[in-house]
Nanobody, 113 residues
């Protein structure tokens, strides 16, 4: 079964950190780039990070650049999103995604005092 399963979400205070994880199964994980998206209630889905197949190049939008870091472990079939200096505006459901293959069910991140 092709799937991505995210974990690591939760409630964190502004300025705090969280690391999200995503484990892949049922497909050749190392053959695909990986995206992390987020979607807040009433807002469009936003791409927050992208990493190439080998993990040698990453892309971030300005909204998270310098605060979020995407990484991957092709041996463990896992992708990660390290988030630092979190803001209330980062509150959303976060998804890992391989284009046209699979998207995870999402994990909730809430940034609030």
């Amino acid at each position: 079964q092709v799937q991505f399963v995210e974990s690591g979400g939760g409630l964190v205070q502004p300025g705090g950190s969280l690391t999200l994880s995503c484990v892949a199964s049922g497909f050749s994980f190392s053959s695909y780039p990986v995206n992390w998206y987020r979607q807040a209630p009433g807002k469009e889905r936003e791409l927050v990070a992208n990493i190439t197949r080998a993990g040698d190049n990453t892309i971030y939008p300005a909204s998270v650049h310098g605060r979020f870091t995407i990484s991957r472990d092709n041996v463990k079939n896992m992708a990660y999103l390290q988030m630092r200096h979190l803001k209330p505006g980062d509150t959303a459901v976060y998804y890992c995604d391989v284009p046209k293959v699979v998207r995870g069910q999402g994990t909730q991140v809430t940034v609030s005092s």
